[in-house]
């Protein structure tokens, strides 16, 4: 059974940068079969796509447009887990953070999930 | 980007009936279709991928069907449990939501 446990600080101060990162068990984060994703949810965005990192061969990440020059989301091998930072962050990026696996290589389906994080942005 | 629309936003029903929602995409994209149940605190759970497979332990009363840009999640005889929020997605887009409550 994969799990997917999430770490980092739940509130981050405006114009730094916003840091979490996920703990895989059951699966590992260099599987050539799955991707794992950063998503986040806010009352006025709802569930929002931000990135993911995969492994093909060699190591892949695709980022959503919205956030392309802010985002980094980057494997470790060595403990099984990936992580997110976003820079630069504001108000708007207050949310809850939720790290998820695709693991369907014809189409794309999140599962599972992380326990999410709710982040705040505020001095 | 692909617009994944859900309807109705929210709707009120009452235990023992069936439940119909729908989730239009802006452009045929394929038949991967996913939908997920959201409790409040809780994060999503995959209820059914590939239009109409329904995923592992997920009870029968739910059903999913549609293709090309129209898709619809059924739940058969609507359980107090079901209260929850219900998300569309497919591709990296997910849909709007639609709250479901108990009468």
């Known amino acids: 059974q994969v799990q997917l446990q999430q770490s980092g600080p739940g509130l981050v101060k405006p114009s730094q940068t916003l840091s979490l990162t996920c703990a895989i068990s059951g699966d590992t984060v260099s599987s050539s079969s799955a991707a794992w994703n950063w998503i986040r949810q806010s009352p006025s965005r709802g569930l929002e796509w931000l990135g993911r990192t995969y492994y093909r061969s060699k190591w892949y990440s695709d980022y959503a447009v919205a956030v392309k020059s802010r985002i980094i989301i980057n494997p470790d091998t060595s403990k099984n887990q990936f992580s997110l930072q976003l820079s630069s962050v504001t108000a708007e990026d207050t949310a809850v953070y939720y790290c998820a696996r695709d693991w369907a290589v014809a189409g794309t389906t999140f599962d599972p999930w992380g326990q999410g994080t709710l982040v705040t942005v505020s001095s | 980007d692909i617009q994944m629309t859900q309807s109705p936003s929210t709707l009120s029903a009452s235990v023992g009936d069936r439940v119909i929602i729908n989730c239009r995409a802006s452009q045929s994209f394929n038949s991967w279709l996913a939908w997920y149940q959201q409790k409040p605190g809780k994060a999503p759970k995959i209820l059914i991928y590939?239009?109409?497979t329904l995923e592992s332990g997920v009870p029968s009363r739910f059903s999913g069907s549609g293709s090309g840009t129209e898709f619809t999640l059924t739940i058969s005889s609507l359980q107090p449990d079901d209260s929850a929020t219900y998300y569309c997605q497919q591709g990296l887009t997910f849909g709007g939501g639609t709250k479901v409550e108990i009468k």
């Open positions: 590939k239009a109409s």
